[in-house]
């Protein structure tokens, strides 16, 4: 089905979510950009999608870190979630969420008509951030980043 029919009619589906590092173990986030029929101007990690139809989730996610960030990126899969979320508009995410994690000093070369801007951000700032301003991030990075914190992946990342 169609992308936002499945956000409209609420149905489980595919998704990836990728969250990469620098050396020094700052995570790159994104904000999602002004255009974008849902949660747009929001801050997320640092590249999300669906699969294509019958594409590998591993093709899907070097495709859309491409698309959305410039970048390539070695990462591995650390986990998945399933979660429900309005994410206003009459719009509902959800959605069988993968989530991806790499590392690299490459410099993103964003596309604005995916991303408004980036940055590079230290765990303890993001958590903080999320705890005063919950509103300014997505739903998904929200319950992801705090899996992330859970699972203690975030160390191997440095």
Partial sequence: MEKQAAHVNPTLHRAFSIFIFN??????????????????????????SHPRDGESLQDATKRRLMEEMGMECDIKEVFSFIYK????????????????????????IINKAEVESY???????????IEK??????????????????????????
């Fill in 133 to 158: 301003h919950p509103e300014n991030y997505t739903a998904w990075f929200k319950i992801a980043f705090a899996k992330l914190l859970d699972s203690n992946v975030i160390s191997t990342c440095k």
């Fill in 85 to 108: 979320a309005d994410v206003m508009q009459g719009l509902t995410e959800h959605e069988f969420d993968h989530v991806f994690i790499g590392t690299t000093d490459a410099t993103p």
């Fill in 23 to 48: 050396s020094k173990g700052e995570m790159l986030l994104q904000q999602r950009a002004l255009t974008k029929y849902h949660t747009p101007g929001l801050w997320t990690n640092t590249c999300c």
């Fill in 119 to 129: 940055k590079y951000e230290t765990i303890e700032n993001i958590a903080k951030d």
